[in-house]
């Protein structure tokens, strides 16, 4: 039995054919193919072509499971930056799915969650599940482009997942510093408040590091030069965060202190959202930084940072911490979220 899965945003399409391993229950892929959004009218000339002329040669999909970077209601969402109404139960008729659904693409991961194999995450806390009360709760962080977070219930083979928009609550400055880099971004743009989001995901590393660039004693730094393009280019902007980290790692001390920022806010947002779920489960970092940052996370600094919470600070020694390292785990979170649609049905 074969599985779809989509992993659906404003830039870019990513459809895989999925099939179950008898032996594990986990779905393996068997193809999968990228589609630049922005070069097709509708989503569903996309799936089409997908469909009828990348897999012609694959059994038809059973299930499918749509992750899509959307807001979703009544089993419908709109990707807004294409004009693109995709509808559920449409999809369902015209490509003949047996069971389908649409998911926010973040929330989508925690369908991952108990079929993930070990080389696809690494531990940086192991924790103690036995202490705590919310032995089934797990909640996942990601950075990326934005900031998504979700939690979810899993027990035995039943999963809950409960959406969120936890990227979005207050950014909370911990020093002089970060309170005047607040307030910087408040005044670059034009915003009366500042968002986890705008601080902890790669466009908040490139933001920081405007700041950071903006003072006297960088007037001479290597980055200016992306500063006088940015306006002008998506794409360098793109690059941006990658450059930082480069520069970070060859030992720039700018860099390094705007990578530190970064890190610093993450870890305490970590920590905030173990404290207010309790996710004795497990807390998961994804996202596409994580497997850019793990060794990052992995330091004492960081892990400091993380339970720097005062009297509580003992409670975030039992919570587990896990870091996600597939790339491609919201693909592989659909094709899970597929394969148990086709059990339901």
């Known amino acids: 039995m074969n599985f779809l899965a989509c992993d659906l945003g404003g830039t870019k399409v990513l459809l895989g054919i999925f099939k179950n391993d008898a032996n594990t229950c986990t779905p393996y892929l068997i193809f999968k193919k990228k589609y630049v959004s922005s070069e097709w009218d509708s989503f569903d000339t996309i ?19 749509f992750a899509v970077a959307g807001p979703i209601s009544n089993n419908n969402a709109e990707i807004i930056n294409l004009s693109w109404n995709i509808s559920r139960d449409g999809l369902k008729k015209k490509f003949k799915f047996k069971s389908c659904e649409l998911v926010n693409d973040f929330a989508v991961q925690i369908y991952g969650i108990p079929f993930l194999k070990k080389s696809q995450y690494s531990a940086i806390q192991n924790g103690d599940r036995s202490v705590g009360v919310n032995k089934d ?3 996942i962080v990601g950075a990326g482009t934005g900031l998504g977070i979700a939690k979810g219930i899993i027990s035995g083979n039943e ?20 309170w005047e880099l607040k307030n910087w971004l408040k005044y670059s743009l034009k915003v009366e408040r500042i968002s986890c989001e705008r601080i902890i995901s790669g466009t908040g590393l490139s933001r920081i590091a405007e700041w950071r660039l903006s003072k006297p004693d960088a007037k001479n730094h290597p980055l200016q030069k992306y500063l006088k393009e940015l306006k002008y280019s998506d794409n360098l902007r793109k690059e941006l965060p990658q450059e930082i980290c480069n520069l970070s790692n060859q030992g720039d001390n700018i860099m390094i202190q705007v990578e530190r920022i970064w890190l610093d806010a993450y870890a305490s947002l970590l920590g905030d959202v173990a404290l207010q ?37 003992d409670i975030l020694k039992n919570i587990p911490v896990n870091v996600i390292l597939d790339e491609e785990f919201g693909l592989f979170s659909a094709a899970c979220r597929a394969k148990m649609l086709s059990q339901i049905e």
Request: hydrophobic residues 35%.
């Open 137 to 139: 709760l797990h909640a």
């Open 47 to 65: 799936l089409k072509d997908f469909l009828k002329n990348e897999c012609k040669n694959i059994n038809h999909p059973f299930s499918a499971c």
């Open 277 to 313: 779920e309790l996710c004795y489960g497990g807390l998961w970092i994804s996202g596409g930084t994580a497997p850019k940052h793990f060794i990052n996370f992995k330091s004492g600094l960081f892990m400091k940072q993380f339970s720097d919470k005062g009297r509580l600070k």
């Open 159 to 178: 999963v809950k997942v409960l959406a969120s928009e936890g990227g979005h609550v207050e950014y909370s400055p911990k020093s002089d510093l970060e």
